[in-house]
């Protein structure tokens, strides 16, 4: 793209600095590699930056000597504007390249709403929208991340699909993409054999319903697997501005709402002495001022508290400060946020009462939520934030007034601990989504009229109560996000016919429009009430065609003992048969 005209646009939009690439640790884009690719994010820079998974295959990729890796996220639409206007198709950050005359674009959907921002990239890049459309002068496109575990809604618009972990998948299509580049068909027929890879265009339909089998790709050896040395610096400030040491994947908990923690199972932990070598690597290639310890569970890492204090001593001289995401309540440690800066801890109660998070198997009691908020206040934290959910399995207006209860006996706790009033507690609901490959993937939605009336009635519920801040999620668009979440092939049209009545963004609160996804459905003849009705345990499903390791079988009895507000212990010390470890050894307390 000419120099002149980007600093001329550059100019006009908010935040110039999303376009402009050049980050620290940007590795040389070498010429005359055999296959061009470029990761693309659909969202904007402050987001996909701050995703550890982007930077993890920008690396891989750029490592290899025949790959050249760029990127490209989602412009915000001042920027769209200005290219559309100018009739400058979209192009990456690093080359300024146009994305049509890439080898290969790998997206990455890390939630449902991002789905039309798929398309607007796409358009922007003048590239097909429907896989069919397009053959060999045209990239590869590729479809990646967490809403792959159920690829059935967009599948028409991806040649490949990933499904679980990226690292080696990606990186065995890239080599094909070299070997296979006047060949499209060929390459797919290829990349179909590879773990983890979804062909839709080869796919067999029984009922209207993949029947082809594809197993989901795992890295066995976390301990061994690449991980960034030098990953980039953000250019400005982003969601998460700190560096990311990935802990483990998978979880332990067995919640039963969580898709993660089903998802990315066998539990798979990295040595305490590589993360240890790694964290020293990361803070002396990138000046950061914070090193964030990441993973879904990252207080049930097996001698947590042994490593944090390992990292501390490392980062500290240097003037990092060591970063624990939310904490289970029932894995909080005082000695693990000795020393952390006393903005706030955040946890994730999910229900208010005990009946309801036996139910959902969040193995935390009411002993434990007291214990740990006496510990909280003893170190003089006076800011909690806690996460709910609404709409859950079973869930009755008194499970609501136990959530009302649970944040009135915390200020208690604190007044008594701190002989102090002043207490702020952040309470935020969520409506919950029934997802794929969880226990609770057969359960109705409830719908968003029901949903916005238990929203206000908690927030009458909490209105009493001092320093309590009180926010909740959309229930239009967690409607949309249940339907997406276990949606068919049908769901393209809709897609489609929503990004054409201007529905992009619809993740962000002020760009949501609730009236193009209504006019969507209708035009398309597709209807909500298909897609959030309860499903039967022995309805085939869109995603059964995926074998993550954890059995259906397993999931339906786990729904049973829901049902009958059982709870399933903790997989941490002894393996309760759930499957995942077919796929590699499923790893405990011994790591």
């Known amino acids: 793209m000419n120099q002149q005209k980007l600093q001329e646009i550059l100019l006009k939009v908010e935040k110039p600095a999303r376009y402009i690439g050049g ?36 690396d891989i990729l750029n490592s290899h000597p025949s790959i050249v890796c760029e990127r490209c996220f989602t412009p915000w639409p001042d920027f769209a504007k200005e290219l559309q206007k100018g009739n400058i198709p979209l192009f990456s950050l690093e080359t300024r390249t146009p994305l049509a005359h890439f080898d290969i674009l790998g997206f990455s959907c890390q939630y449902e709403l991002s789905f039309t921002n798929v398309l607007f990239m796409l358009d922007l890049a003048g590239i097909p929208f429907y896989a069919k459309d397009r053959d060999e002068q045209f990239p590869l496109i590729i479809a990646g991340g967490p809403c792959m575990a159920n690829p059935e809604p967009i599948a028409d618009f991806f040649d490949l699909i990933v499904i679980g972990d990226g690292e080696e998948a990606f990186l065995e299509i ?38 082809t089998s594809v197993k989901k790709a795992v890295v066995a050896d976390l301990t061994s697997a690449p991980y960034p040395k030098k990953p980039l610096v953000p250019n400005i400030q982003v969601v998460h501005d700190r560096l990311m040491l990935e802990l483990f994947r998978g979880c332990w908990a067995g919640c ?27 803070i002396a290639n990138t000046g950061r001022e914070e090193l964030g310890l990441s993973s879904l569970s990252s207080g049930d890492y097996p001698n947590i508290e042994e490593l944090v204090k390992s990292i501390t001593e490392l980062a500290e001289p240097q003037g990092v400060k060591v970063q624990l995401p939310s904490l289970r309540l029932d894995s ?25 998070r036996d139910v959902i198997n969040k ?13 909280a206040f003893s170190q003089g934290y006076k800011t909690i934030k806690l996460y709910f959910m609404l709409g859950l399995p079973t869930e009755s207006y008194q499970d609501i007034d136990g959530i009302a209860d649970m944040v009135s006996l915390i200020r208690e706790l604190y007044i008594e601990k701190r002989k102090d009033k ?55 668009v967690a409607e949309l996000e249940a339907v997406m979440a276990r949606g068919d092939r049908a769901l393209a049209k809709v897609i489609l016919a929503a990004y054409r009545n201007g529905c992009v963004f ?26 959030i009705r309860e499903r039967t345990t022995d309805e085939l499903l869109p995603w059964d065609f995926i074998d993550i390791g954890v059995s259906k079988k397993y999931l339906a009895k786990e729904y049973k003992r829901a049902l009958l507000g059982q709870t399933t212990p903790s997989c941490k010390y002894k393996c309760i048969g759930c499957g995942a470890d077919k796929f590699a050894p499923c790893q405990g307390i011994s790591v």
């Open 23 to 58: 980050e620290y640790n940007t590795p040389p884009m070498r010429k005359g590699e055999s296959v061009r690719a470029a990761i693309c994010f659909a969202d904007i820079y402050e987001i996909a930056m701050s995703n550890l998974g982007i930077q993890i295959l920008y």
């Open 174 to 211: 890239a080599l094909l993409a070299e070997q296979y580049k006047d060949n499209r068909q060929a390459l797919l027929e290829k990349a179909s054999e590879i773990q983890g890879v979804y062909v839709p265009s080869l796919c067999t339909f029984e009922n209207g319903v993949c029947v």
């Open 256 to 282: 039963r709402f969580c898709q993660a923690g089903f998802y990315y199972r066998p539990i798979r932990c990295r040595e305490q002495g590589k993360l240890i070598d790694m964290a020293q690597v990361l």
């Open 332 to 356: 909080f440690d005082i000695e693990l946020t000795k020393g952390a800066r006393l903005s706030g801890l955040t946890f994730a109660p999910e229900a208010g009462t005990q009946r309801l």
């Open 363 to 375: 193995n935390i009691t009411d002993q434990d939520i007291k214990k740990t908020m006496a510990a």
């Open 422 to 476: 002043r207490i702020k507690i952040n309470v935020s609901a969520n409506i919950f989504i029934p997802k794929p490959f969880t226990p609770f993937q057969w359960v109705a939605q409830i719908d968003k009229k029901e949903a916005l009336n238990r929203c206000l009635y908690l927030k009458e519920k909490l209105r009493p109560i001092a320093g309590v801040r009180f926010s909740y999620s959309d229930n239009r």
């Open 506 to 531: 619809d993740g962000w609160s002020e760009h949501f429009n609730a009236k193009g996804w209504e006019h969507a459905f209708s035009e398309t003849g597709i209807k909500i009430e298909d897609y």
